[in-house]
């Protein structure tokens, strides 16, 4: 009786199909979730501060100057326990404009703030949204999922839209 290693050359056991089969789920399974988890670790950063604003410093902030990337300006605070600064950092990218009054919340043990309110949430988690988009290609062609690929992707684009839709 042939055992399925004796099998003629050229022919590929059923066993051997399933260990690839496996193995190609396994590998992208783990590309995909270290994709989300990269995603959710960079957007935590800033997200913690604007989504948990309890005990932190909130005030506005009036962009002053920009430049480098990084914009400055007078704090002025709003919460109890909060100082006012002469200079506050912000960066750039959030979608900021000289003489502009922005709501913002100050990372702890610095002079660093980040934008805060919905403008704020939706930019802090724009790093999740690239992650979903980047991770719906490696679930739709590795992983053979294509809806689920869709809904990441759509949910990617939907919340890349609203920031954008957020910060005009």
């Known amino acids: 009786m042939p055992s399925a290693l004796s099998s003629s050359p050229g022919t590929v056991s059923q066993g051997a199909v399933a260990v690839l089969r496996f193995g190609r789920l396994a590998a992208m399974g783990t590309v995909a979730a270290l994709i989300l988890i990269g995603g959710v670790w960079g957007s935590w950063g800033t997200a913690q501060h604007v989504m948990l604003p309890k005990g932190?410093?909130?005030?506005t902030m009036t962009v002053a100057r920009c430049s480098g990337g990084l914009c400055s300006g007078p704090y002025a605070p709003l919460?109890?326990?909060?100082?006012?600064?002469?200079?506050?950092?912000?960066?750039?990218?959030?979608?900021?404009?000289?003489?502009?009054?922005?709501?913002?919340?100050?990372?702890?043990?610095?002079d660093e703030v980040v934008r805060s309110g919905p403008a704020g949430v939706l930019c802090a988690w724009l790093p999740l949204a690239g992650a979903l988009l980047l991770a719906s290609v490696v679930v739709a062609g590795g992983l053979r999922m294509p809806r689920t690929a869709w809904v990441m992707a759509g949910s990617g684009m939907a919340l890349l839209t609203a920031a954008f839709v957020a910060l005009q």
């Open 56 to 59: 932190r410093e909130r005030g």
């Open 79 to 110: 919460s109890a326990g909060s100082t006012a600064r002469n200079r506050v950092v912000i960066d750039e990218s959030v979608a900021v404009r000289q003489g502009e009054v922005l709501a913002v919340v100050v990372k702890p043990g610095s």
